[in-house]
């Protein structure tokens, strides 16, 4: 099975920072990588697929990046409803695993 | 718009079967190339994918859980369900129905219930 690591594992920011959260596979995965958003008591919610691609209705501040074992997601300026924990997770082979997680806290 | 909803026993005895059950509603759980999934969270810990079926009946399940683990689907009432053996403490999770789909080659969870939780306790 394919596991993914992402780092941090919790970050803290301030409303305006630039964030990037790093995802790593254990062997390549190609673009086959998602990202999702989750809030407190919420479902995940797709963000990035094909480790590039914005999810209808995401907003454009939100962009992914990476191929093979080394993916980026990265916030370009925070907004408050941003703080959340974020997965990523590979749809190259099944299972289809998450890391670990994310979480983005308010500084 | 197509919307997911887990429904099913809040508590489980231990060594007893968890049995869940998805409807889909707003739209035909047949339309469209859909895998219709199971995924797990325990409280403050991360997402662990159960398995799929497809509305053929074709399933794949996680290895880890795959001895214990039974996914179907019923077309006519729009619903698909899990039935999960042998319960533990361990199994205590929020439970989650996605649907996978995707574009090309590339293939994501892009709809989700709300997700219910399970308590395995005596």
């Known amino acids: 099975d394919i596991q993914m690591t992402q780092s941090p594992s919790s970050l803290s920011a301030s409303v305006g920072d630039r964030v990037t959260i790093t995802c790593r596979a254990s062997?390549?995965?190609?673009?086959?990588l998602n990202w999702y958003q989750q809030k407190p008591g919420k479902a995940p919610k797709l963000l990035i697929y094909?480790?590039?691609s914005l999810q209808s209705g995401v907003p454009s501040r939100f962009s992914g990046s990476g191929s093979g074992t080394d993916f980026t997601l990265t916030i370009s300026s925070l907004q408050p409803e941003d703080f959340a924990t974020y997965y990523c997770?590979?749809?190259?082979?099944?299972?289809?695993?998450f890391g670990q997680g994310t979480r983005l806290e308010i500084k | 718009q197509v919307q997911l909803q887990e429904s099913g026993p809040g508590l489980v005895k231990p060594s007893q079967t968890l049995s869940l059950t998805c409807t889909v509603s707003?739209?035909?759980?047949?339309?469209?190339?859909?895998?219709w999934s199971w995924i797990r969270q325990p409280a403050g810990k991360g997402l662990e994918w159960i398995g799929r079926?497809?509305?053929?009946?074709?399933?794949n399940y996680n290895p880890s859980l795959k001895s214990r683990v039974t996914i179907s689907v019923d077309t006519s009432k729009n619903q698909f369900s899990l039935k999960l053996s042998s319960v533990t403490a361990a199994d205590t999770a929020v439970y989650y129905c996605?649907?996978?789909?995707?574009?090309?080659?590339?293939?994501?969870?892009?709809?989700w219930g709300r997700g219910t939780l399970v308590t395995v306790s005596s």
């Open positions: 996605a649907r996978w789909g995707g574009i090309s080659s590339y293939w994501y969870f892009d709809l």
């Open positions: 707003g739209g035909s759980i047949s339309s469209g190339s859909y895998y």
């Open positions: 079926i497809y509305t053929s009946g074709s399933t």
């Open positions: 062997q390549s995965i190609s673009s086959y």
């Open positions: 094909a480790a590039s």
């Open positions: 997770q590979q749809s190259y082979s099944t299972p289809p695993a």
